[in-house]
């Protein structure tokens, strides 16, 4: 029974990628739509072989570059003001608000501002997706550090503990499911920043070779850097949940 | 003899957003050093409130604490090193669910840094007294009320405290169980020597294991007698069957059963 569920779960997702790409190959073909606008699957698929090894490729690796610096950067920032503030009930009330207003701000919209200070460089590249990623990892660790159960800091009472023990012992282990939404969450937001500020700032990137792609209307290679672009954001949110895994073995 | 444990005009108010409860009022009591004293009372009477100032979980309203000659009030807290020769079961089990059954049995260890195997075969031992050293890799989810509430016993206790509060430990436990691990705690508490403060609801248990009883009545919550459980013969469950037994049985019972009728007219 449930290794059939297990496939199940494999074998639809499956299925259904290949009934959207068969409607859209026959579609595409049938309404005779123009390369330039709508390419067929088929005709992506061979823009990705023909430009993946010398070009999108080394996009990719710029990309990965900025988007796991970022993130080494943004999760430890986020989290030690998640931790910090915590601590504080009233200080928790405050930045709340704080930090929602900073995740749905997109900062890629502060480039033109940047610019003006630091010229098109990688390192704006970084801070917009710093930027981005860190309030979202922040709030959510900020929401499960806040509100330890109550009967396991008593068990910390009774044992004489301060405050630092109590939150590595109790606060953070409870909270790690919420710890790890914003993870996931962190490393969507900072691919997405990542594109755009390719876009803004130039430098390479997928952001960026889509863009130029789309401006010299190679429409099938512009889909076909879309798709690895996907595929990054996909493999990241995996990885991130395969390490949540490891850690919440005990839920 | 100096008691180790002094309570002096104690008083707990509880301040919600809607009243304000007087929990305990002018609580006056006395733990000689290795006595097993037991608390009964109705429920909300403050037993729990008691203990749980005296382990400085909560603070006291007004009155004082004194633990070894050191006195300590809702000003002044307790020590690090005076909370750690002190031992607390709770209630409830309060176990750590991201922590297996070892692990939870280990923690006052690895937070108190008492990391030698001499402690460690100590928890283990424990466990197995309890019947669960099959279970010590499980997690919390996948065991019993019952053993859940063993291991919050066996926790409370595994530092070797000088002092422990039990706060009807073996309440969720079925009567055989109960009476297996009174059995232990008399063996434990004749071993080491242990103060011991016990609190239920269940008079039976309270006359075989203590030496003095405190009944408390409630609104407020205050001590209402002072009763010391004396016996000729050894602490068995043979004492079952002593008439003075049921005589000690029926006098809590009634003082407790008295004080509920009191409350109700
Ligand atoms: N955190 C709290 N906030 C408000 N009131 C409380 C709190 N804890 C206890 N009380 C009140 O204090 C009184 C004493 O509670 P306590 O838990 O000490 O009783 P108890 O004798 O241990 O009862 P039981 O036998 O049911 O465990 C009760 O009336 C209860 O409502
Ligand atoms: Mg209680």
């Given at each position: 029974m449930k290794a059939t569920n297990k496939m199940t779960a494999v074998i639809a997702p499956v299925i259904a990628v290949i009934l959207i790409v068969l409607v859209w190959e026959i579609a595409v073909k049938a309404a005779q739509i123009p390369e330039k606008l709508l390419p067929a699957p088929t005709v992506i698929f061979h823009a990705l072989v023909?430009?993946?090894?010398?070009?999108?490729?080394?996009?990719?690796?710029?990309?990965?570059?900025?988007?796991?610096?970022?993130?080494?950067?943004a999760v430890p920032i986020g989290f030690v003001i998640a931790a910090v503030c915590s601590q504080f009930k009233l200080v928790v009330r405050a930045v709340t608000p704080v930090l929602i207003i900073l995740m749905v701000t997109p900062m890629t919209t502060l480039v033109p501002i940047f610019k003006l200070f630091w010229g098109a460089d990688t390192f704006l590249k970084l801070v917009v997706i710093v930027l981005q990623m860190a309030p979202v990892v922040a709030l959510n660790s900020l929401t499960g550090f806040a509100n330890p159960p109550k009967s396991n800091v008593d068990v910390m009472?009774?044992?004489?503990?301060?405050?630092?023990?109590?939150?590595?012992?109790?606060?953070?282990?409870?909270?790690?499911?919420?710890?790890?939404?914003?993870?996931?969450?962190?490393?969507?937001?900072?691919?997405?920043?990542?594109?755009?500020?390719?876009?803004?700032?130039?430098?390479?990137?997928?952001?960026?070779?889509?863009?130029?792609?789309?401006?010299?209307?190679?429409?099938?290679?512009?889909?076909?850097?879309?798709?690895?672009?996907?595929?990054?954001?996909?493999?990241?949110?995996?990885?991130?949940?395969?390490?949540?895994?490891?850690?919440?073995?005990?839920? | 003899m100096q008691p180790i444990i002094t309570l002096e005009h104690l008083g707990k108010q509880y301040i919600t957003k809607r009243q304000t409860i007087t929990a305990l009022d002018d609580v006056n009591m006395r733990f000689y050093p290795g006595e097993l004293v037991s608390i009964v009372g109705p429920s909300g009477c403050g037993k729990s409130t008691i203990i749980r100032m005296i382990d400085d979980i909560i603070k006291p309203s007004s009155g004082t604490i004194t633990v070894n000659g050191t006195v300590y009030d809702n000003q002044k807290p307790i020590s690090r090193d005076m909370i750690r020769r002190l031992g607390f079961i709770f209630q409830i089990p309060n176990l750590y669910p991201w922590l297996t059954v070892r692990q939870n049995v280990t923690l006052p260890l690895e937070i108190m840094e008492l990391n030698d195997s001499a402690h460690g075969e100590y928890a283990d031992q424990l466990l197995n007294m309890i019947h669960l050293s099959d279970y010590a890799n499980s997690?919390?989810?996948?065991?019993?009320?019952?053993?859940?509430?063993?291991?919050?016993?066996?926790?409370?206790?595994?530092?070797?405290?000088?002092?422990?509060?039990?706060?009807?430990?073996?309440?969720?436990?079925?009567?055989?169980?109960?009476?297996?691990?009174?059995?232990?705690?008399?063996?434990?508490?004749?071993?080491?020597?242990?103060?011991?403060?016990?609190?239920?609801?269940?008079?039976?248990?309270?006359?075989?294991?203590?030496?003095?009883?405190?009944?408390?009545?409630?609104?407020?919550?205050?001590?209402?007698?002072?009763?010391?459980?004396?016996?000729?013969?050894?602490?068995?469950?043979?004492?079952?069957?002593?008439?003075?037994?049921?005589?000690?049985?029926?006098?809590?019972?009634?003082?407790?059963?008295?004080?509920?009728?009191?409350?109700?007219?």
């Open positions: 023909k430009n993946f090894p010398s070009v999108i490729s080394k996009d990719l690796v710029i990309s990965l570059k900025s988007i796991a610096i970022g993130y080494a950067m009472k009774a044992m004489g503990c301060g405050m630092w023990t109590t939150f590595f012992k109790v606060a953070l282990p409870n909270a790690l499911p919420q710890v790890f939404t914003g993870l996931k969450l962190g490393c969507i937001l900072g691919t997405i920043a990542s594109m755009v500020a390719d876009m803004a700032v130039g430098q390479g990137g997928l952001g960026y070779r889509i863009m130029i792609y789309a401006s010299f209307a190679s429409t099938a290679s512009a889909f076909a850097t879309i798709l690895v672009a996907a595929a990054v954001g996909v493999l990241l949110f995996q990885l991130v949940s395969a390490v949540e895994r490891l850690l919440t073995a005990w839920n | 997690y919390p989810r996948e065991i019993s009320g019952g053993m859940s509430q063993r291991i919050g016993v066996i926790r409370g206790m595994v530092h070797q405290p000088d002092i422990l509060m039990m706060d009807e430990p073996f309440g969720a436990l079925d009567d055989e169980t109960r009476e297996q691990l009174n059995l232990e705690l008399l063996n434990i508490w004749r071993e080491t020597g242990m103060t011991i403060i016990f609190i239920t609801h269940n008079v039976e248990e309270a006359v075989l294991l203590s030496q003095r009883v405190y009944v408390m009545a409630s609104h407020p919550g205050r001590v209402t007698a002072d009763i010391k459980i004396e016996f000729d013969g050894p602490r068995t469950l043979d004492l079952i069957n002593d008439p003075k037994f049921a005589a000690y049985c029926n006098q809590l019972e009634t003082m407790i059963g008295k004080i509920e009728l009191d409350q109700i007219v």
